[in-house]
């Protein structure tokens, strides 16, 4: 059973910088894709950031291109999305996700796990 524990939201001033982790339990990862959703308030769940786990290959959302970095760590089974130069519009829930299918998929329904989510609030 995969298992998904978001952790490192929080409250942060524009521009600043945050980390979220993503403790992933279950199977082995290796031809996973994960990625990170987020959902702000009356808007549907988009797309953030999706790394292929095996390879390390990237795709992110052009919003958060060159402020957002996403990393696995291999030996811990985390994914990290480091968060910079946060904007008001970054304000939202921010979810793991994982495609046991791999490839770098933006679509929600794709994903077939999911974790519990953790609120980035950025002020101004």
């Known amino acids: 059973q995969v298992q998904l524990v978001e952790s490192g939201g929080g409250l942060v001033q524009a521009g600043g910088s945050l980390r979220l982790s993503c403790a992933a339990s279950?199977?082995?990862?290796?031809?996973?894709?994960m990625g990170w959703f987020r959902q702000a308030p009356g808007k549907e769940r988009e797309f953030v950031v999706a790394?292929?786990?095996?390879?390390?290959?990237?795709l992110y959302a052009g919003s958060v291109k060159g402020r957002f970095t996403i990393s696995r760590d291999n030996v811990k089974n985390t994914v990290d999305l480091q968060m910079n130069s946060l904007k008001l519009e970054d304000t939202a829930v921010y979810y793991c996700?994982?495609?046991?299918?791999?490839?770098?998929?933006?679509?929600?329904?794709?994903?077939?796990?999911w974790g519990q989510g953790t609120q980035v609030t950025v002020s101004s």
């Open positions: 996700a994982a495609n046991p299918r791999g490839g770098l998929i933006t679509g929600r329904y794709n994903y077939d796990y």
């Open positions: 790394i292929n786990w095996r390879v390390g290959s990237t």
């Open positions: 279950g199977p082995t990862f290796s031809g996973y894709t």
